[in-house]
Each structure stands twice: as structure tokens, then as C-alpha cells.
């Protein structure tokens, strides 16, 4: 009867939580989450931006998801993986690296653009179902501690929970440690890129019977040569798990 009442005295009323949208909605107009202007929906690009971002999608290489021109099949592979395969099992990723996902990039890990995690959070849901649907656990690449403090926050780790809150997957944010706070990669060649990586992560030693077996999902906000990426999927598989993928917001794709 209790219930009967209620679904007939509620019914015919806009849903509190609609109320509550609106009412935020013209306190805080949701805005484009590139250029600011205004836009229908929180969480969404405008259309011109929207139309700027170079989306990553299928047909694509199998193991490290290059973008191809044509469909060539589910199992195929890029020249680069055929000759030279990556240490994972598989990397997906939502954006092409470009000037505007530096853009989208650079504000989200310097200029305290956190309230847009939810949105990449979903757009990386999309792009990785498949290796989500294959992960038992969440690792995202870890900052250095004196990194961490100046930022206030590690955007891979946000992107992580992120993730976690549509997929259910558990996160071990310190999965991974930074066992050296390597300079910047940006302006080093690869070679370099490689060699400053070296001995930057281990796997945290709490996790070290939990891991053995389990498939991981590793976060990072950007890919470009895939040398940190490299190395910590090294530092993951030596530590005894069974696989691993790559799941990255923007990524170089070479030409
Ligand atoms: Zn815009
Ligand atoms: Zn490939």
C-alpha cells in the first residue's frame, strides 16, 4: 500500500534528482571539456572539438592496437608487432596523441582538471572493454612520491578508480612503486627514453603472492614510445602475473 501511494504521488513529478541536476546545471553550466564554451550535457565536447579529437578505432592491430586504413581481419598484426612484438598482451587506447589531446592531457595532470576523470573514465571503458573483460585487477602507472606531492594527485591513478566505479575491477594503486624519480621523458630520444626508465618501477612486495596468476589492466594517461609502459609491464609479468594490457587515454601513433 506504502509503496502503491508513493509510485502514484511521484509519477507525475520530475525525479528530485532531475531538480537537483537543474538546479546545478544553472548554478554550474556544464561546459565543453576542452574549450570551456557551454554544452547541453556535463561530461561532453562541444561538437567542434568533439570533431578535433582523433578517436582511436577498430580495424586495428591486434596486439598493440595501431590503427589500420583497412579492415585486414581480427588477427592482424601491425609491421611493428610482427617483427618486434611488445611485451603485453594487448594496448587499446581512446586518442590519438596529437595537439588536441595534449591539450585535454596537459590540463587534466597540471591544471587540476580532475572533475573531467569521469568522462575520460568512460570514453577508456569503451575503448578497452575487451582487455577489461579479460583484467582481474587495476595497476595504474605510479608517480614518484615528490611528484605525487607537488601534483596533489596521479592522474593515471585517478583515471584507474575511474575505471574501477563501471567496471568493478579492484585497483591496487600502489601496485607498482617509482623507485626513482626519472626526469621528464618529453624532448629525449627513444633510446633515451629507454635507458632513463630502467629500474623506475618495481612491484610492491604487499602484492607479491595476490598477483601471481592474475591478469592486469595498466593504466596510464599517455603513451608516446611505450618505454615506461615497457618496463613496468616487464616488472609486472616478471613478478609472476599471467598477462598483461595496456589501457592509455592518448597514445603516439606513429606514422
Ligand atoms: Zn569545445
Ligand atoms: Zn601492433
Not at 204 to 220: C, E, F
Request: aromatic residues 8%; hydrophobic residues 40%; contains cysteine.
Amino acid at each position: 500500500m506504502l509503496l502503491r501511494d508513493f509510485t502514484q504521488k511521484t509519477k507525475p513529478y520530475m525525479a528530485p534528482s532531475l531538480w537537483v541536476k537543474l538546479g546545478l546545471n544553472l548554478l554550474f553550466p556544464p561546459r565543453c571539456l576542452a574549450c570551456g564554451c557551454h554544452v547541453e550535457e556535463a561530461h561532453r565536447f562541444c561538437t567542434g572539438c568533439f570533431a578535433k579529437l582523433a578517436f582511436v578505432s577498430e580495424p586495428y592491430c591486434l596486439l598493440c592496437g595501431f590503427p589500420f586504413d583497412y579492415d585486414l581481419g581480427e588477427q592482424a598484426l601491425c609491421g611493428h608487432c610482427m617483427h618486434n612484438p611488445p611485451p603485453y598482451d594487448a594496448a587499446r587506447t581512446v586518442l590519438r596523441y596529437d595537439e588536441h589531446s595534449r591539450h585535454l592531457v596537459t590540463h587534466f595532470k597540471y591544471a587540476d582538471r580532475t572533475s573531467h576523470m569521469p568522462a575520460y573514465a568512460a570514453l577508456m571503458a569503451r575503448a578497452g572493454a575487451a582487455l577489461i573483460a579479460q583484467s582481474d585487477v587495476i595497476i595504474p602507472i605510479p608517480l614518484h612520491r615528490k611528484r605525487l606531492l607537488a601534483r596533489g594527485y596521479n592522474q593515471s591513478a585517478l583515471l584507474a578508480y575511474g575505471l574501477s566505479d563501471r567496471c568493478h575491477l579492484p585497483v591496487w594503486p600502489d601496485g607498482l612503486l617509482r623507485t626513482r624519480n626519472t626526469p621528464p621523458q618529453a624532448g629525449l630520444s627513444r633510446a633515451q627514453r629507454l635507458k632513463n626508465v630502467v629500474g623506475a618501477f618495481r612491484v610492491n612486495h604487499d602484492y607479491a603472492d595476490a598477483l601471481r596468476g592474475k591478469s592486469v589492466l595498466l593504466i596510464d594517461d599517455v603513451m608516446t614510445t611505450g618505454a615506461t609502459i615497457h618496463h613496468a609491464t616487464n616488472m609486472v609479468l616478471g613478478a609472476g602475473a599471467k598477462a598483461v594490457y595496456v589501457l592509455t587515454l592518448a597514445r603516439t601513433i606513429r606514422d
